[in-house]
């Protein structure tokens, strides 16, 4: 019996009608991203249930880890039963997990209740990313994981946003933070089951080139293995890479501000609009330099240059945390520099990485995804554990620098990584490859 939501497509859709399904996705990573939100309410929280910032900490390490073991799971199934027939339940099941937020009386409770929801969350957006690959043929994937990653930076917006609104509105009760985002996630997982589609696995077997353009790689006989993905060098670089590459990225996330206000002994606003103008840039340079990389259909170049562009600027901010004296505009422009030349090495890194697990073969991508969430909640975990405790030792300034030295380690990987450097070798890797399907391993 096939599920009224679960649509499966026996042909690639091109047009608008592809493009509203790619934006379902972008939609159900937004919402599943504002679901998991918790910081606006956090001093809140802490008043309620009289918690210290180490006992939130783990809480949030705790929920942070289900959320990780859960992509890991949530990737296989949906290449196993498919992307929809997942996420569309369990968007509405997230929904009931953060009305059951409301009713935690105790840390115990906050805590069973926020591992809860991060591992049904983290089973539910596990879809999304396959879903953008396979709603996004390489002409255009670069620029599609760029809207993708919208998603969880729109999220700390939104969240921030309803509550400055609605705080005041319900006399600062944390708990009609959850009862908005349950109605919220409820309606829009309904708008998105009326709107979302499925490829069929044959055609989830095939690379899109173009909306018009396919060939077919993979003999669809023989069932797909994740081990697979291991047996290839570059999978092994990339994974290893962006574990390297995300602990700046994660220092940012969790603690740009306090890092900030810390270092340079400001005020926490004037350290939330330094970040601002560090997540508007990095936006913006995600769409630009996306569209940019699927026009030349280069990915390793923009991963290297922004990188390096990265370790230019955040070594500047290194080099002020040393001064610890720093004027605003000049903390936010400095800010503004690193987002932009992050997002500019992180969206063609997706799509590399998507393309280089795609040739291995396509039917892996939830698998593939689903390590790589589980790589970022994993860094979330150890940044919640180890970077406290190095600040205490040290200071912050000390932290960044090991930061950039992660960094620094991504880039020799990336010459591992698959594809071409130059227009000249695309060209050539075109000629040279013709579409076979792959030869059963042993």
Known sequence: MRLPYARELDEYPTGSRRIKILSMAVLAILIGSYEAQIAPVVPLLLDDFDMSLSTYGAVSGAGALSGAIASIIGGRLVDVV???????????????????????????????????????????????????????????????????????VGASFLASGVAAWTLPIFNDAWRSQFIIMGVVSLVVSVVIAANIADLSPELRAQIQQTEERSKQVVATARPPRTR??????????????????????????????????????ISAAKASSIMSAFWILNLVSLIVVGRLSDRLQLRKPFVVGGTLATIASAGYLAFLMGRESAAVPELMITGALIGASMGFA??????????DTEDIDPRLQGTAWGIFGFLTKGMAVVALIVIPRVVEAADWHVWLLVALFCLALFIPLVFFFKGPWTRQELAAEALRREPRPLEARD
């Not at 969206?347 to 998507?354: Q, V």
């Open 82 to 152: 498919g992307r929809v027939k997942l996420l569309v339940p369990l968007m509405m099941v997230t929904a009931l997990c953060c009305f059951g937020m409301t009713l935690a009386d105790s840390v115990g409770e906050l805590l069973a209740a926020r591992v809860a929801l991060a591992f049904v969350d983290g089973m539910a957006i596990a879809g999304t990313a396959p879903l953008v690959r396979d709603f996004s043929p390489r002409m255009g994937r670069a620029q599609a994981f760029g809207f993708w990653t919208w998603g969880p």
């Open 346 to 355: 992180y969206c063609p890194w997706m799509a590399s990485y998507s393309e």
């Open 228 to 265: 697979d993905l291991f047996a290839h060098r570059h999978v092994w670089a990339h994974v290893v890479g962006i574990s390297f590459w995300l602990v700046l990225y994660i220092t940012l996330v969790l603690y740009g501000q306090t890092m900030l206000a810390h270092t340079f002994e």
